[in-house]
RNA sequence: GGAGUGGUAGCUCAAUUUGGUUAGAGCAUCUCACUGUCACUGAGAAGGUUGCGGGUUCGAGCCCCGUCCAUUCCGCCA
């Protein structure tokens, strides 16, 4: 008999059926046995009469069972309208124990948020079992799915790149690979495939792109995957920086649409220089979905005479409309000197005007002039609201007062989780400035072009110059990052002259890539997404281990171990001797 | 490398103002009963080196010092 899903069960009814998959719930009632029989596609009850079925094995949670008996539809009492399948069940004619389980180390039937993280990756396979685990591979399925069908329908091509290439000197750390055949010389892994998809350019690739395999050994954050992660790597010749977005815009929607089925914010992507979304959202990957931008107070505030905002570069507020106790109050300023606040400036609106501990330092006419600019920054200004602010250097206090402004976010529940606000931010600076090392160095991407080319940079002050470089920002994440690329040998050398390397420097570091350019390079540019990050943001994960198969934690995976020490043996055919550590 | 938070049964947690007798509970497990449950129910049982090491004390899960591990953030991430 043809084995069938359970979720294709509701077209056998009447029917016998094989049904193969786990026992993830058992009721027994002794001579009447409920079994929640889970495979791949969902769970389905079958039923177990000890009167009808014979010589019934022990059935214990997770064993793997198969099963023969015809699909019943349930009546009346018998319906379970909360859960899917609940109309339908299994009448059992026979069935076999395929295999046993020991019992699973935890509960597979809630999210898996509540237990330990490393219990979860240890047992991975058996994770994966649980409904989250199971529909985010389902999913991610579909977005590579949808992924390659769009970009393909626009003409893109998708190029596999090497695995195994050469260390780059700029950037995150490489892991390294051992060459057997040549001794003392090493492999890295990309950490991204950057030089290969510039190089197709030049190869005469009009489009290009691929789900890119990325490795970097750098430290792991919640939305920053430690070692390998994934990226939709994507470069066209010929567009200037406003016609690939408008190229590429597309395809996000398109994406949040189809394997989401979540809303945009924004049908056409806003574009803000990164100065603009510095000064009003404190962070160069702003979350869209809500306002409530920052305020300038500065001047109000040096007026006031109040000493501590005399020597201060700028004070940036926000204006919340909720009511806070003097607890609250309290704890958000402690959270907020956790990531160096010197202390937090409040008001209360109170009969249009400024209460609060500090509002008797701040006369009439000042108080008024700072309603004002809440006014005038378009905040519906009215008794009873809250405003905070931060007064410090200029960056630091937008900075600052985007920290805020991402947790008022949450906790007035602005952030709807249906919604997507993807912004190009734009206009990079080119250069910054070095303190530690007292020389200019890249902003971004040392492989941008600068606006006005060649011209600026021999011309312009390195602070003056922008980069065509540009980022995605879609609810409070970098999404995407990418630029117009620097594709002229002259200005190529002249942009890294700027951070101090001589011309035989970079034509050492990046000799491929400037001869390349000298046989003809298009110019060309393009962006990478993060595969993972677009995963989280599609389906609100807060994690971005969440959204792997097999995920590491802290660079590590824990169910195989990796990374292990290998024999001397192996060592040996890779000419590798290790120094001996200390500690560990 | 730095800072915050945490580590008690297989899992999730508790352990009382200031340290006090045998470290408790729910779920899971095991045994028995049960023909309509779907968080099945009822009766019973088993389950612990309180991360590790040291110290203070008559007495430490709790206080102190060290250490390990995890996690979030900073650094880092062209």
Redo the contacts with the bound molecule.
């Keep these: 008999m043809k084995r069938v899903l359970v979720k294709k069960a509701p077209q056998y009814i009447g029917e016998r059926v094989r049904l193969c998959g786990w026992a993830s ?8 046995i ?1 079994v ?1 029989l889970r495979d791949w596609s969902g769970k389905l ?1 079958v ?1 177990i ?4 079925v014979k010589n019934i094995a ?1 059935i ?2 997770e064993y793997v069972l198969e099963i023969e008996g015809v699909v ?1 539809k ?1 009546d009346g ?4 309208k ?2 899917d399948l ?1 109309d339908i ?1 299994v ?1 059992v004619e026979s069935v076999t124990v395929l295999n046993e389980s020991k ?5 597979l ?1 809630g999210e898996g948020d ?6 979860r ?1 240890r047992y991975r396979y058996i994770d994966i079992r649980r409904k989250r685990v199971r529909d985010l591979i389902a999913r991610r399925h579909d977005l590579m799915m949808a992924t390659r069908q769009w970009f393909s329908d626009n003409e893109f091509t998708e190029v596999q790149t090497p695995i195994l290439t050469v260390s ?1 000197p ?4 490489d892991y390294l690979i051992p060459s057997r055949i040549y001794p003392g010389k090493f492999y890295a892994l990309p ?5 290969y998809k510039q190089l197709l350019m030049v190869g005469g690739v009009d489009r290009y792109f691929q789900i890119a395999p ?1 490795f ?1 050994d ?7 995957h430690s070692g390998d992660f994934y990226q939709v790597d994507v470069e066209c010749s010929f567009l200037t920086q406003d016609e690939f977005f408008d190229t590429v815009e597309p395809y996000f929607g398109y994406v949040t649409e189809k394997v989401a089925g979540k809303k945009l914010k924004f049908k056409k992507f806003l574009r803000i220089p990164y100065s603009e979304v510095i000064d009003k959202y404190g962070t160069d990957k702003p979350d869209l979905r809500y306002d409530m931008t920052l305020v300038d107070i500065t001047t109000e505030c040096k007026e006031s005479g109040v000493n501590i905002f005399k020597e201060v570069g700028a004070v940036k507020g926000i204006l919340v409309d909720r009511k806070f106790s003097k607890n609250e109050i309290e704890s958000l300023t402690k959270e907020m000197k ?3 606040a010197k202390g937090m400036l409040w008001f209360i609106i109170e009969d249009g005007k400024l209460g609060g501990s500090m509002a008797k330092l701040f006369d009439e006419k000042i108080q008024k002039s700072i309603l004002k600019n809440f006014e005038k920054a378009g905040y519906d200004v009215h008794d009873g609201q809250y405003i905070f602010a931060f007064g410090d250097e200029y960056t630091r206090a937008c900075k600052l007062t985007g920290i805020l402004r991402s947790k008022m976010g949450d906790l007035l529940n602005l952030k709807d989780p249906n919604v997507l606000a993807f912004a190009w931010i734009i206009d990079f600076p080119m250069f910054e400035w070095d303190e530690k090392r007292n020389k200019w ?2 902003g ?5 072009m600068p606006k006005g080319g060649l011209d600026a940079l021999m011309n312009e002050s390195p602070d003056k110059i922008f980069a065509q470089q540009y980022d995605v920002a879609c609810n409070g994440y970098e999404l995407a ?1 990418g630029s117009v690329r620097n594709y002229h040998p002259k200005s190529f050398i002249e942009a890294f002259k700027i951070c101090g390397y001589t011309e035989k420097e970079t034509r050492e570091k990046f000799g491929h890539m400037i001869s390349a350019f000298e046989y003809g390079a298009p110019p060309h540019g393009g962006f ?1 997404i993060g595969f993972d990050r677009f995963m989280m943001i599609l389906f609100d994960e807060k ?3 969440e959204v792997y198969a097999f995920p590491k ?2 660079a ?1 995976e824990l169910m195989t171990g990796a990374p292990r020490e290998v024999s001397k043996e192996d060592l040996d055919i890779l000419h590798i001797e290790l120094k001996k550590e200390k ?2």
């Design positions: 719930k058992i009721r027994d009632h002794g001579s009447l409920f929640d009850q039923v009469d000890s009167s009808n022990k214990g949670l019943k349930r009492a018998l319906v379970n909360n859960v609940g069940e009448a019992t699973p180390p935890f509960p039937d509540d237990i330990d993280e490393n219990v990756l780059s700029e950037g995150a750390r950490q991204a495939p950057q030089q990325c970097r750098e430290d792991p954050r919640a939305d920053r956790l990531e160096g160095d890249f971004h991407n040392p492989f941008s990052s990478a994690n971005i281990k934690s802290n590590q500690k560990k």
